[in-house]
């Protein structure tokens, strides 16, 4: 086992949590499950197999994993959701770090699937993210949405071996439920942000984001799931701005906006 606690958000993801917790057994002592929507499902299997469940309230992504951050034994922290499994050659780059700077976190590569098909090209073949990192010196920002972690002037990235397997959504219906789900709430962050829409938002970032997931990232080449992806994309950054538009107008201001939200896998 090594010095790290890995922390896992999740809400009704039985399904899929499982094949998460396997692997993470075979990298430490400490797993911390944040369980946000105190159903019995996900709270029985986790339990089984010597996770510390914590339920809480949902206060957002940033929010809740810097409560699991907080709630971890060891200061090294390896934060996934339910639907991410680490791979094999990942797990051996683990077990050979030593843990010994602070003041590195670790970037990994992820391997995302649209169902069981993994999906090469376009944005989703290109992802890693800082996954890896001491919660003495980082924490997660808690935006309501599309949180990242901040990190000091003077931190060193590394890269490990190994991936990340995100299972992403399980068909297109579930996408495009999601998409809508997360065009809704980036419109609110960029709203409470100052930000802006404007004509070129509504109209020119959609196909300019089109046209780079499906043609300069090779999207195309991932066939049906590589259209559906871009496509899908596409809609969803034309909802967010027209969101963001209409929290914009005079009538919407009028009203305060108050966010009660659900997390979504």
């Not at 809704?184 to 404007?198: R, T």
């Not at 066939?223 to 701005?241: L, P």
Request: with cysteine; hydrophobic share 40%; net charge positive.
């Amino acid at each position: 086992m090594v010095p790290v606690s890995i922390v896992i958000i999740t809400k009704n993801r039985a399904d899929i949590i499982k094949g998460c917790i396997n692997k993470a057994r075979m990298i430490t002592d400490d797993i911390v499950v944040i369980e946000s929507d105190h159903t019995e499902t996900t709270c029985d299997i986790t339990s089984v197999q010597g996770c510390r469940v914590c339920k809480q309230t949902w206060d957002g992504y940033g929010a809740n994993k810097n409560k699991g951050i907080k709630a971890a034994k060891y200061n090294w922290i390896l934060s996934l959701d339910a639907d991410e499994i680490p791979d094999d050659d990942l797990i051996l780059s683990l077990h050979k770090l030593n843990f010994d700077n602070a003041t590195v976190v670790y970037d990994i590569k992820f391997k995302s699937y649209f169902g069981e098909k993994p999906i090469r090209f376009g944005s989703w073949g290109k992802d890693h993210h800082i996954r890896l990192f001491n919660r003495s010196v980082v924490k997660w920002s808690e935006t309501i949405v599309h949180e990242t972690l901040l990190l000091p002037d003077d931190i060193l990235v590394k890269k490990l071996a190994g991936y990340i397997h995100h299972y992403s959504v399980k068909d297109i219906y579930e996408y495009k439920y999601k998409g809508f789900y997360y065009a809704e709430l980036s419109a609110k962050k960029y709203f409470n942000n100052g930000k802006k829409a404007n004509a070129v938002k509504l109209y020119i970032s959609p196909v300019f984001g089109f046209i780079k997931n499906y043609i300069f990232f090779l999207g195309l080449l991932d066939g049906r799931e590589g259209w559906v992806i871009a496509s899908i994309n596409f809609k969803n950054t034309w909802r967010k701005y027209y969101f963001l538009s209409r929290m914009q107008s005079p009538q919407e201001k009028k009203q305060s906006i108050k966010d009660s939200f659900v997390i979504e896998y």
